[in-house]
């Protein structure tokens, strides 16, 4: 009986030592089985293996996020699959492994817990490959073949007078200033990558410059450091005489300012800028031409400017702008400054977080939009959100510029109406049909010694609030010459469509 009990605790101790081994196997099989496996092809020669292949974790995102916002709202900034990763130099970002490729260029990142990341491969001479993002759900995941390409050294201060092409996935390093002469035009194909690495370096445009990527491969406009900064490099300026600008599917990082343009006209189009020292867009007016200004679909994430559009001085005329469904965070001076323009439109944009308080010790009180010297104009379909001004508007902004249905969330000041100190003159905007909600103040009229205008705010929705209580956030100097805001009709909610529009 003794050894029947014997043999039985055995067995049983045999079956409980084979199940555990077989559960430690199968969950090693399966923790094998959720991870990232790939291949590097390298371009021109030299060889697949030993290639270095980083992973890293996917950019945290906040509900702040301006890409959380081009996630929610579709119809504002653009879709990436890679939501701003656009090189392997991400502040913050973790590496979660390394390793280099086999003999056949292949390489494998086993027992990974599920969620997003970012793959990277890199080569001396070959700069790195396009980030490629990669999302983990319980199984493993083959991302494919990423290509890897040559880089291309410039020699410092080049002048370019042929047409050129820079090739797609390659990299082109500028040691210093790229000129391209009048005459000559530089295409750069999707998914090239074009390093600036010195500071105060830029392309300077006498000719053509033509960057238009695609949804799936964006141009890259970088530093060249290894540990890049805002203001690495200077700008890409386009002097009078060239062609106006053409960026599509473009990201601008590390640089000090973006486009600097000087010549009428110009589309800029689904482009990312962030981690730029200045502004991201300097386009200056010229005579009116069949070429408009476009700002459209772009991504502005926390510079200190985001668009200046303006017309130089005795010009008589501009171009029309269309500035549609950008998503602009952050700026801490203003997200858009537009400045003598007879005929135009900023509609359907998101502003997040814009502006500066005096009171927290910053210099200059500031916020979304800025208009000076405007007729013309359609201000609509806009949402200003957890900003401090709304619109700050300067001399010479007559009735014909028309603000309507926007969105005002959580604002220190709707508007603002001031004088441009250079050319000091009435402003009286026509403003209707907008909703405000959440915010402090509503209109502020200043320096009535110029503003001798009545400003017309009628019917719109001032945080629910009728009467007295609107009239006691309307500042409109309440001298003897009399009120400058007319607001006879107030709505209790908001009118129909005063939001971010949805196309």
């Not at 290509?147 to 042929?162: D, F, T, V």
Request: hydrophobic share 35%; with cysteine.
């Amino acid at each position: 009986m003794g050894i029947i009990r014997r043999l039985t605790w055995g067995v049983g101790v045999l079956a409980v030592a084979i199940a555990a081994i077989l559960l430690l196997s199968t969950c090693k099989k399966q923790d094998e089985r959720n991870g990232i496996v790939g291949k590097v092809s390298v371009s021109g020669g030299g060889g697949n293996g030993g290639i270095a292949v980083s992973l890293y974790d996917a950019p945290a995102q906040d509900a702040a996020s301006v890409w959380t916002t081009t996630q929610n709202n579709a119809n504002v900034g653009f879709r990436y699959p890679q939501q701003g990763v656009f090189e392997w130099r991400i502040p913050g970002q973790t590496l979660v492994a390394s390793g280099t490729t086999s003999g056949d260029g292949s390489f494998n990142f086993p027992n990974l817990e599920n969620g997003p990341y970012v793959v990277v491969a890199q080569k001396d001479s070959f700069g790195w490959s396009e980030p490629m993002s990669a999302h983990l759900s319980g199984s493993k995941l083959d991302v494919g073949t990423i290509p890897l390409k040559r880089e291309n050294y410039l020699q410092p201060n080049s002048i370019m007078s042929a047409d050129t092409r820079w090739l797609a996935g390659e990299h082109y390093v500028l040691p210093g200033n790229l000129t391209i002469a009048a005459g000559a035009t530089l295409t750069i194909e999707p998914g090239a990558v074009v390093r600036i690495g010195e500071a105060g370096g830029r392309i300077n445009v006498f000719g053509t410059l033509i960057a238009v990527g695609t949804p799936e491969q964006y141009i890259i406009f970088t530093s060249n450091e290894p540990q890049p900064a805002a203001g690495d490099w200077r700008a890409i300026n386009f002097n009078p005489g060239a062609a106006a600008p053409l960026f599509q599917y473009c990201a601008f990082r590390f640089g000090d300012q973006g486009i600097i343009s000087q010549v009428p006209g110009g589309r800029i189009e689904n482009c990312c800028f962030t981690d730029i020292g200045a502004q991201s867009v300097d386009l200056t007016g010229g005579l009116a031409s069949q070429d408009s200004i476009v700002l459209r679909h772009n991504v502005v994430n926390h510079l200190p400017l985001g668009f200046r559009v303006h017309v130089l001085p005795g010009v008589p005329s501009a171009p029309n702008i269309t500035i549609d469904h950008n998503a602009i965070f952050g700026c801490s001076k203003f997200g858009v400054e537009l400045e003598g323009f007879r005929g135009g439109s900023l509609s359907c944009n998101y502003f997040y977080n814009c502006g500066r308080d005096t009171s927290a010790g910053q210099s200059g009180e500031t916020g979304a939009i800025h208009v000076s010297d405007a007729r013309n104009m359609d201000i609509s379909h806009n949402e200003i959100n957890n900003s401090w001004w709304g619109i700050d508007i300067s001399s010479h902004v007559d009735s014909s510029v028309y603000i309507h249905h926007n969105h005002f969330f959580r604002l220190a000041q709707c508007f603002y109406v001031g004088v441009t100190l250079t050319a000091a003159g009435p402003s009286y905007p026509t403003i209707h049909m907008n909703c405000i909600q959440s915010s402090s103040g509503f209109v502020f009229m200043e320096t009535c010694q110029y503003n001798t205008h009545t400003v017309d705010v009628d019917s719109n929705s001032w945080n629910g609030q009728q009467g007295s209580a609107v009239g006691g956030r309307m500042h409109d100097c309440s001298d003897s010459r009399g009120p400058r805001l007319l607001y006879p009709t107030t709505f209790p909610t908001c009118p129909s469509g005063a939001s971010l529009c949805n196309n």
